[in-house]
């Protein structure tokens, strides 16, 4: 984001799996996930998983997928995780943290104003300076 530039979904998920155990199942899942791009998030779901059984090898694939396809699209990216099913506030809040560290709160695609004013308030120890 700092130079501008957008990640290339491809290589986005390739260096996150470098960073990975290569024996591992979250490895392979996100090795899928990669060769998922351009397909739908229903199918990206399907075959990755959306969080139900409630462990990273059923996560973590698929929040990669809708972040590295949606990265620059707050709302939809979290939209596609509710239409997933399965643990939405787990792979929300995942999508979320990614897509708003790239995209930023407000402006076009980063984190809708209207859905910040609707929030819980944040506690005092968030905004009070240290």
Excluded: K, M
Aim: glycine share 14%.
């Amino acid at each position: 984001r700092l130079d501008g530039g957008r990640p290339d979904p491809a290589r986005l998920l390739t260096a996150v799996a470098g960073a990975l155990d290569p024996a591992g199942e979250v490895h392979r899942g996100v090795r899928r996930a990669a060769a998922l791009l351009g397909h739908s998030a229903a199918e990206a779901a399907d075959a990755l998983g959306n969080g139900s059984r409630v462990t990273a090898q059923d996560t973590v694939p698929f929040t990669l997928w809708v972040a590295a396809t949606l990265l620059h699209d707050y709302p939809a990216a979290i939209r596609a995780c509710v239409e997933a099913g399965g643990d939405v506030d787990t792979t929300a809040a995942i999508v979320g943290g990614i897509v708003a560290a790239y995209t930023g709160v407000g402006g076009p695609g980063g984190v809708p104003e209207d859905w910040l004013a609707a929030r819980e308030p944040l506690p005092g120890w968030v905004t009070t300076p240290a």
